[in-house]
């Protein structure tokens, strides 16, 4: 049976509120569901309309079924596998403005509209000198958002009330800001109104988010048996972990607007989210990055894998509780109970993290996740975080290319790669020539943006452990690390 609103006669119909760019799956499956769960729990009452950002897109095949489509999330909760289907009936319409752009005016003129969500990619959200005021529709997201706003000032005659609260979710650092300071950019190179510019300073509120919950998208594998099971045929059925969080910097009547918290939803308003972003990237991301050649290196593909191995999944506890917590900023029962909730994702059974695909470009998300939590460590102790530095070695070790007699393939920028083919070709394995290697690997001020062969006792203490690896193999390694008093730890 065909998912529409004849066949779903439990699909209710909110007004259009919220005006969204992006109907992939992330949205679908992340800000859509959260709609979806106000208007059921707390009665919301927002409806959503979705414009494609791109000309070529899917919102005919969402409009095939009248908006409605199916997030079905597979997960832990409370320690325990749970699997459940919610039927999302919170989109109206889906538009194309590129095709249908008097249906995209009449959406940006609606007198209930309020919110704009998007995620237009990390590139969505960047400046286009093309872009002119004129155009249907502008090439950029930020030019398309300059131009709608300037619609809604001329047609409300400047009404303050009419303004626009947004949430970007594009993963980028300060995504609201930087929408806003481009927006800004635009009204001036368009030499628009100056009131105009003060009516996006005061009506409109531009908020930094932090979005978090892992979505592989449309489960193609299995779509036959979850057909059946949910008795219509949807095209549309996103997969998604049970895990959810929403961190956005707003000011307090924001919150009031959208009551996410009332609806008992992970969505947390916030004065500043600096701390909340360093939380995710040193934590998830952190261990991540600090784990996948520790993991990879061991015969180990996958992040669960890892996580319910004897020896890895004690390398990552330990990473995370004990060298990555303590120089976070935070309530300490806070962090324990975020850090809880992150490494029981790694316990997903439905969802296959390949550590390859996280081992891509390794040296700069190392420095961006890792080298903060050991450079604070050291500050704070005057003392190395022993699992960090092992597993900086193990990158090192990684970048080889070869393990127990076996090639893989590594991805990451041509000139980091051929560094590394030069620097392990002059490597004969003795331990001076271990120190050599790892002495140019820490100068490289390209990736680190500083020479971390000043930071004391970082050279040694890496090269001990790389020639550990190489001389006894990543498993036995790790065990060493693990076990200080192991009589490996005494090789040099």
Not at 361 to 382: D, V
Not at 411 to 439: H, N, T
Not at 466 to 483: N, S, T
Request: hydrophobic fraction near 40%; glycine fraction near 6%.
């Amino acid at each position: 049976m065909k998912l529409n609103r004849e066949t779903a006669s439990q699909a209710k119909s909110y007004p259009s509120r919220i005006l969204q760019f992006g109907e992939g799956n992330f949205l679908r499956a992340f800000t859509d569901w959260i709609v979806n769960k106000m208007n059921q729990e707390i009665d919301f009452n927002s409806g959503i309309d979705v414009v494609q950002p791109l000309a070529n897109g899917m919102v005919d095949m969402l409009n095939d079924q009248d908006g409605l489509y199916h997030v079905y999330l597979k997960g832990i909760k409370d320690g325990e596998p749970i699997q459940e289907y919610s039927l999302i009936d919170c989109i109206n319409k889906g538009i194309n403005p590129y095709t249908h752009y008097e249906q995209y005016q009449s959406a940006i003129l609606n007198s209930e509209l309020r919110f704009v969500v998007s995620n237009t990619t990390e590139a969505g959200i960047s400046w286009d000198e093309n872009d002119r005021l004129d155009m249907k529709p502008q090439n950029s997201f930020p030019g398309k958002v300059t131009a709608l706003l300037h619609q809604r000032y001329k047609a409300f005659q400047g009404d303050p009330s009419k303004g626009l609260i947004f949430f970007p979710c594009e993963l980028i650092d300060r995504n609201g800001d930087i929408l806003k300071k481009y927006v800004l950019q635009h009204a001036r190179k368009w030499e628009l109104e100056a009131d105009f510019l003060d009516w996006i300073e005061n009506a409109c509120c531009f908020c930094n988010t932090l979005v978090d919950r892992i979505v592989p998208g449309f489960p193609k594998d299995d779509i036959q048996a979850i057909q059946e099971e949910l008795g219509f045929e949807d095209k549309l059925v996103v997969v998604g972990e049970y895990f959810h969080f929403w961190v956005i910097e707003a000011p307090e009547w924001v919150e009031k607007e959208f009551p996410a918290k009332k609806a008992g939803l992970d969505v947390k308003f916030v004065k500043d989210m600096t701390r909340y972003r360093e939380q995710k990237v040193q934590v998830l991301n952190g261990c991540h990055t600090g784990s996948y050649a520790v993991s990879f290196l061991s015969g180990i593909d996958t992040v669960r894998e890892a996580f319910e191995n004897l020896e890895t999944g004690e390398f990552m506890r330990d990473l995370v509780y004990d060298e990555v917590l303590p120089v976070l900023d935070g309530p300490d029962k806070e962090l324990k109970t975020f850090a809880k909730k992150i490494l029981e994702r790694f316990r997903n059974p439905y969802i296959r993290h390949q550590w390859q695909s996280i081992a891509l470009n390794a040296m700069s998300k190392w420095e961006t996740r890792n080298l903060p939590s050991l450079l604070h460590y050291y500050e704070n102790n005057g003392m190395l975080p022993q699992k960090l530095v092992f597993s900086l070695a193990a990158m090192i070790a990684y970048f080889k290319g070869e393990a127990n007699g076996q090639h893989y393939q590594i991805q990451d920028d041509k000139w980091i790669m051929d560094f590394y083919k030069e620097a392990w070709a002059e490597c004969d394995g003795r331990p001076i020539s271990i120190y050599q290697l790892v002495e140019k690997v820490l100068r490289l001020e390209k990736v680190w943006k500083r020479d971390l062969n000043e930071v004391p006792n970082l050279t040694i203490s890496v090269s001990h452990y790389l020639f550990l690896i190489q001389q006894v193999g990543m498993r036995k390694a790790v065990k060493a690390v693990l076990h200080k008093n192991n009589p490996l730890m005494q090789m040099s």
